[in-house]
């Protein structure tokens, strides 16, 4: 494990590699008009939560990333928790605290010279719109055709790299390029928002101890010279890098993938990979090579029966741990009818230990979930996350996409469907930009509209309802 003191040794014995926005190794299928945006999946652990509009409601105004807010600032919490505090006064009381915390008062002032708090980390933390996304519409943009084939990509152009990592730590490398992929879209959306700013506004209106503690990171990495002011971008949450790492974890786990004496989860791929098996290998669920997170499975009909009917209801029986073999011998198979003993490991199936995981109670689908899934949780506490990066893997490893329905009559669209949809919108004459995936207020407001034409429920849902009717009237 990296301490700090470690950490600076090795990344300050040469000069500060300029990070590279667009790493070279990025899939040809992602330069073409990708940008520099919000980051995918932001997390709470290595990374930070989600800020993307919740699916099925039509998107509010969101702030400018770097916009400051207006004063004074208040705690996104209820009434009971809420204090106003005046940013000078939060910033008074981290800088009094900054020696206790490994910073220098002449460091903390040079670096929080020009801070500013965030608008758009205020009202993404008050919202956290991920856990009002659907599971199916969630599960449809993150695990698409097209993030398994740039995936596939990385796995080929850096088969080298994931080798040596594989070898070092132990841990398959389909995992780590799936977070890659779930997070920033294999680098091509690393984030808008200054990093420190993000960690001061969380700080100050959230107060919770670990965010002040990534105000000090933040103020170390800067002063270590590990990345630039300029170049220290990322989520609304503070994460940054390759694969979201947030600072106090960059000093724990980072890890120097590429040799070089320098950690940089910019600009190097190895880092950044090597980085997230280290988290996944020392967090308290360890990673175990060649066993997949979850499998899906079709219940009996008198074990399908004991779950909650309702869609509502997710079940996680984290405390019902039981062997394959077990479930097998309880009338559990493979989603497709094949024997729990049919699944590629690497060690005896009946071995392995899992629990089950039902995202949308009887309805849907349903798996037996590892203490690979564990440790997916431990680098992002979110359960769609986890289940986004499982589901990837397994379909990197060539393994077959889901085959239960998900309960709705209005499935979630791919990124791509999203595109042609607002193609569509556009050929009709909305105005809804450039026709990119990723379905904003203009998108919403279009398809809305378009809803009341076609007497639809007018709640600006971009699903597969609206798409399949404007296929229809081409």
């Not at 009381?93 to 020696?99: G, I, N, V, Y």
């Not at 460091?107 to 933390?125: E, G, I, K, P, Q």
């Not at 890890?255 to 910019?266: E, H, K, M, T």
Request: hydrophobic share 40%; aromatic share 6%; with cysteine.
């Amino acid at each position: 494990m990296l301490t700090s003191r470690h950490a600076r040794s090795s990344l300050t014995s040469r000069s500060p590699r300029r990070h590279r926005l667009i790493p070279r190794w990025l899939p040809a299928a992602l330069l073409a008009g990708a940008g520099i945006a919000g980051c995918a999946q932001p997390s709470t652990s290595a990374s930070a939560q989600a800020m993307a509009p919740a699916a099925g409601t039509p998107s509010t105004t969101v702030p400018s990333p770097n916009a400051p807010m207006a004063n004074p600032v208040s705690s996104p919490g209820g009434a009971a928790d809420q204090q106003d505090r005046d940013p000078a006064q939060c910033l008074a009381t981290l800088r009094a605290s900054a020696p206790a915390n490994g910073v220098s008062v002449a460091d903390f002032d040079l670096y929080t010279r020009d801070t500013r708090l965030l608008a758009v980390t205020v009202a993404a933390a008050k919202a956290q719109p991920e856990g009002q996304e659907t599971w199916w519409d969630y599960i449809a943009k993150t695990v698409d055709d097209q993030r398994v084939a740039d995936g596939k990509a990385v796995l080929a152009k850096s088969h080298d790299a994931l080798a040596a990592i594989d070898d070092r730590y132990k841990i398959d490398s389909e995992p780590l390029v799936a977070i890659f992929g779930i997070e920033t879209n294999y680098g091509s959306q690393l984030g808008k928002v200054d990093v420190l700013n993000a960690w001061l506004t969380r700080a100050c209106t959230e107060q919770k101890p670990l965010w002040v503690k990534n105000v000090y990171a933040s103020v170390r990495l800067l002063r270590d010279g590990t990345v630039t002011r300029d170049r220290f971008i990322g989520s609304w949450s503070g994460a940054f890098g390759m694969t979201q790492f947030i600072p106090t974890s960059f000093y724990e786990l980072a890890a120097d993938g590429d040799g070089d004496g320098r950690i940089d989860l910019y600009g190097s791929l190895p880092d950044a990979l090597a980085s997230t098996a280290n988290h996944l290998l020392k967090r308290k669920a360890t990673w175990t090579r060649g066993m997949p997170a979850v499998i899906e499975v079709r219940l009996p009909p008198a074990m399908a029966a004991t779950l909650p009917p309702s869609p509502d209801n997710e079940i996680m029986n984290r405390d019902d741990r039981r062997s394959l073999s077990q479930w097998s011998d309880a009338g559990v198979t493979r989603a497709d009818g094949t024997p729990l003993s049919t699944v590629p490991l690497s060690q005896p199936w009946a071995s392995v230990q899992a629990y089950l995981f039902a995202p949308t109670g009887a309805q849907g689908p349903a798996f037996l979930a590892t203490r690979n899934f564990d440790a997916i949780l431990h680098y992002n506490q979110s359960h769609k996350y986890a289940l986004a990066v499982s589901l990837l893997t397994n379909r990197l490893k060539d393994g077959p996409g889901l085959i239960a329905a998900w309960p709705t009559d209005d499935p979630g669209l791919s990124r791509a469907q999203i595109k042609e949809l607002q193609g569509l919108l556009a050929a009709r004459g909305y105005d809804i930009g450039t026709p990119d995936g990723i379905p904003g207020s203009k998108t919403r407001q279009a398809v809305a509209a378009e809803q009341q034409r076609l007497g639809l429920p007018q709640d600006g849902r971009v699903g597969y309802k609206i798409y399949s009717a404007l296929q229809s009237a081409k």
